[in-house]
């Protein structure tokens, strides 16, 4: 073997090498990145109220921007009532309780969505019932064959 | 499913139930039972479009 061959397969190797590093190093690149990621989907975000009657609509929305939970009631809810919250926890139904304590709303909790309705706690509030009601388009006309779903469990968003 | 004159009835568990309408080409909408016992409402229109094909 010349001393040219010797060269030709230290660079060889060399490169190799090389490439296994750059490789390696990628690798472990992309897992921390995952990894970084998946630690901050587990770990959501601490939610911190410090409010004194403050109306309950700028608590929720307090809540809202400082978490991934977006709150549903109707027009039994008076969001105008004032609620004080002193709180930093990151578990939302802690939250949510120490907000409704005192007023007569009860929530419940379904994936990304926190509900409000009124009368926790309340037996008849419990019972099944019946809805009726007409769904109509834009300009009153009625709609035929509208899928209607009495839920409590969980929907998934459309 | 609605009837003929857009009317239905439908059984829920308790006043923290929701309803889903949805119909297609229009947006789906929830509502919130509460203490309400007749729901009316009227669908939007769903502004998304078909993608082209040509």
């Not at chain 1, 409704?100 to 019972?127: S, Y």
């Not at chain 2, 568990?13 to 409402?41: C, D, F, H, K, M």
Request: proline content about 3%; some cysteine; charged content about 15%.
């Amino acid at each position: 073997m010349t001393n040219f061959d010797k060269f030709k397969t230290y660079c060889r190797k060399f490169c190799v090498q090389t490439r296994l590093a750059v490789r390696i190093s990628l690798s472990i690149t992309a897992i921390t990145t995952f990894a970084t990621q998946a630690a901050a989907q587990n770990n959501p975000q601490e939610i911190r109220l410090d409010f004194n009657d403050a109306a309950l609509s700028q608590v929720l929305k307090s809540i809202e921007t400082q978490s991934r939970y977006t709150f549903f009631y109707n027009n039994d809810i008076d969001v105008t009532q004032s609620v004080s919250a002193h709180i930093a926890s990151s578990d939302i139904n802690s939250v949510v309780t120490a907000v409704l304590k005192g007023t007569d709303i009860a929530h419940r909790i379904t994936d990304n969505r926190v509900v409000l309705f009124v009368g926790g706690g309340d037996a008849a509030d419990d019972q099944e019932r019946s809805i009726s009601g007409k769904v109509t388009d834009a300009a009153g006309l009625p709609l035929v064959g509208v899928t209607v779903l009495g839920s409590p469990a969980p929907i998934s968003p459309p | 499913m609605t009837d003929v004159n857009g009317g239905y009835t439908v059984r829920v568990p308790g006043s923290g139930a929701e309803i889903v309408y949805s119909y297609i080409g229009y947006q789906s909408q929830q509502r919130i039972v509460g203490s309400q016992t007749v729901i009316n409402l009227a669908l939007q229109e769903s502004t998304a479009e078909i993608a082209r094909s040509w």
